[in-house]
């Protein structure tokens, strides 16, 4: 079997408020016969600096495409802000000749140089695309036909839609369709679980400003999910599991998954080496409900 190299990039969330998430989607990845590559280069992605200075952030993304460059590898990211900022930032690099030479003439400070040789694709991406799902199937040996899922993508995940499509990484993706995870919990065999909001954001975007307004907004989806039956809310971004997870009705919990944890039950792994038990809402009830 071929193995498949990434340069991993985790951000800044997922190392230190989501390691259930990491956990998994490294054990995933091995599971699955792709390496993860820790670069010690790889920074923040640029992404909170945007609002206040794009320039700035544009230069921070281009640091981190050159680590990847010098190592001759592809970028795999677990955040939707994060890959949406790294593919941005590279596609505009390689558009623009201008604006590349600038930002050359700034990181040769720092003895980089960007060329413009590497990928940026997030995990569910390369799951989707570049491994199949059918190629994921034939290797579940734990169906989960006994669990209800809901699916939330996040609003970075496919937006900008002309971004993504002009790089190459959704050919099949319609921004307000969107279909990676829907064909993830079918590969696994559990059932998915239709719910009115599903592609409304978590409210993340506003946590900065107004805490309590990302809290009403992602509470209010949490409800809806619980009311049509879901065992679990599945995301594919740290930040909308950390909303979700902080925005739980008192009476009730609802336990919020990480897509390779998912994927990762059905492939037979075992929970703990998946970090379901590092998650912020106890995944108790499921994991009863699978007798694992």
């Known amino acids: 079997m071929t193995v498949q190299r990434y340069a991993l990039f985790l951000g800044c969330n997922v190392p230190v408020r989501n390691l259930g998430y990491e956990l998994a989607a490294r054990r995933v990845a091995e599971a699955l016969g792709i390496e993860l ?3 010690p280069g790889f920074r923040c992605c640029g992404y909170p600096l945007k609002a206040l200075d794009s320039y700035a952030a544009l230069l921070v993304a281009a640091h981190n495409l050159c ?6 590898l592809p970028i795999v990211t677990l955040c939707n802000a994060c890959s949406g900022t790294l593919t941005e930032a ?3 690099l390689k558009e ?4 590349r030479e600038r930002v050359n003439q700034d990181l040769a400070r720092v003895d980089l140089h960007y060329q413009g040789t590497t990928q940026v694709r997030h995990f569910l991406r390369v799951l989707d695309n570049e491994i199949g799902w059918e190629a994921s199937r034939g290797r579940i040996s734990r169906p989960l036909d006994n669990l209800h899922i809901a699916v939330h993508y996040g609003c970075h995940y496919f937006r900008p839609t002309r971004v993504f499509h002009s790089y190459g990484a959704e050919p099949r993706e319609d921004a307000e369709a969107p279909a990676a995870l829907d064909r993830l919990v079918a590969a696994t065999g ?3 679980v239709s719910y009115d909001g599903r592609n409304d954001c978590c409210g993340g975007g506003l946590l900065g400003l107004r805490p309590d307004l990302a809290q009403e907004q992602a509470g209010r989806k949490v409800r809806e999910v619980q009311r049509r039956g879901a065992d ?3 995301v594919a971004c740290p930040t909308c599991g950390l909303n979700f997870s902080n925005s739980q009705p008192a009476d009730q919990e609802l336990t919020i998954l990480y897509f390779p944890q998912l994927l990762g039950l059905a492939l037979g792994l075992d929970p703990d080496e998946l970090g379901l038990e590092l998650n912020q809402i106890p995944a108790d009830g499921l994991r009863e409900k699978l007798g694992v």
Do not use: R
């Open 37 to 39: 590559v820790d670069l």
């Open 67 to 72: 680590q990847a460059e010098a190592a001759g």
């Open 90 to 92: 590279d596609l505009e």
């Open 96 to 99: 623009d000749a201008a604006l």
């Open 190 to 192: 559990a059932i998915n």
């Open 232 to 234: 679990a809310l599945l």
